[in-house]
């Protein structure tokens, strides 16, 4: 299974159509792609009917901390939304969890740490097959690194050993890899500035970073 892997476009769809063509010289045929939050910049959530009408690919996408929650509804009625539920595609399930744990700046899609581990908790939970939890923040103490600091969800970092992927977005310095209890933890780059990755799952997990430039 080969996924396209955006995060952190706000609002900004100039660079998609390079992306698109560069994922698909990459790995040919993507099956998927992942949109990791804020596709809006503080709305209108109507925004993102652009991005979603650039796409043939199934796409799962999630809300981000920059957009409003009624986005949620607007990604149900386009069939794409992945907050708070599960989608199987193929041998893969496929789990999400939009918003961000609380920042210093009140943005409009925050939730508190024991909510975010209710959640992440339930949708971990009875499924034997392989598991990519797309989320927006995160974990805390993996790529969320700051000049002052970590500042991922502490209650998101109970995921790692318990699926096999974690794609997420929210810290735009903080683009890469890392691995945690056996989980691979991807952070693709700001789709905003022409960053995605092209992540290819077979009996290994790889993920190739690629640019619009």
Do not use: W
């Amino acid at each position: 299974m080969k996924l396209l892997a955006l995060s952190d476009l706000h609002g900004d769809y100039s660079h998609v159509k390079a992306l698109k063509k560069t994922a698909g010289q990459k790995a040919g045929k993507i099956d998927a792609v992942l949109v990791a939050g804020d596709l809006t910049d503080f709305g209108p959530d109507e925004k993102a009917l652009e991005l979603l009408a650039m796409f043939e690919e199934p796409v799962l996408a999630i809300p981000g901390n920059c957009d409003h929650p009624s986005i949620v509804g607007l990604l149900e009625e386009k069939g794409v939304n992945l907050h708070k539920s599960k989608r199987t595609i193929g041998k893969m399930t496929f789990a999400g969890l939009g918003g961000s744990n609380p920042t210093p700046f009140n943005t409009p899609f925050e939730l508190p740490e024991d909510e975010i581990a209710k959640n992440v908790s339930a949708l971990l939970k009875g499924t034997d097959a392989r598991i990519v939890l797309l989320s927006h923040a995160p974990p805390k103490n993996t790529l969320d690194k700051l000049p002052f600091g970590n500042v991922g969800s502490d209650a998101l970092a109970q995921a790692p050993g318990k699926c096999d992927l974690i794609v997420c977005g929210h810290i735009h310095e903080a683009r890469g890899t890392v691995r945690v209890n056996g989980t691979l933890i991807v952070n693709p780059g700001m789709a905003a500035k022409g960053e995605a990755a092209v992540i290819t799952i077979n009996d290994e997990i790889t993920v190739e970073f690629i640019d619009s430039k």
